[in-house]
């Protein structure tokens, strides 16, 4: 198989159940959002040997393809049958108990801190912003366009994404800046 298909050439590209769409189209935007996220994510393991923190970011970028092949889906075809696709409330749940177990090692926030840090912290926090604009980018999608526990996934990321920076940074030995 090619790398290649010269079939995107005129703008439009395909959705899951094969039916063409603008490459600008509001769908295909979200899931680009969560292909540049994850591209990240990959940047900052390739900065990072936290042996607690990696496994786990590797952990988010499979979740990350699931969310993208769900957006890739409007008629819900891959939903039975790929078992990887699938988001659920463990996986919020799962990521919920990262945040508190990360957060228990930090110092309460009392004010606005400044993204930054170490390498690897900084490019968290880079992720962040780009999870966040994700988020937007699947809300301005509607109510009916995805299953909800896709959209709680991806805000409860970027609370991690935010935790896991601090965190990363802390072990780095690198403080905070506040505001």
């Known amino acids: 198989m090619k790398i290649y298909t010269r079939t995107g050439d005129s703008g439009d590209t395909a959705l899951f159940d094969g039916t063409r769409v603008q490459k600008s189209d509001p769908r295909v935007a979200a899931y680009g959002d969560l292909d540049e996220l994850n591209a990240w994510l990959g940047f900052v393991t390739a900065n990072l040997s ?22 890739a889906d409007p008629s819900h075809r ?5 078992r990887k696709a699938v988001i659920s409330a463990d996986d919020i749940a799962r990521l919920e108990t990262w945040i508190d177990e ?46 909800a526990e ?14 896991m920076a601090r965190a990363v940074n802390r072990r780095a030995g690198v403080p905070e800046v506040e505001w």
């Open 150 to 163: 896709l959209l709680q996934y991806v805000n409860r990321l970027s609370d991690l994404l935010f935790t």
């Open 78 to 82: 891959i939903a039975g049958r790929v």
């Open 50 to 71: 936290d042996d607690d923190v990696i496994p786990k970011l590797r952990q988010i970028q499979r979740d990350l393809f699931a969310i993208g092949a769900r957006l």
């Open 102 to 147: 990360l957060d228990g090692e930090l110092p309460a926030l009392r004010r606005f801190i400044l993204a930054g840090g170490s390498s690897a912290g900084a490019s968290l926090h880079v992720a962040r912003t780009v999870c966040r604009r994700a988020e937007r980018s699947m809300v301005a999608l509607g109510d009916e366009a995805f299953e």
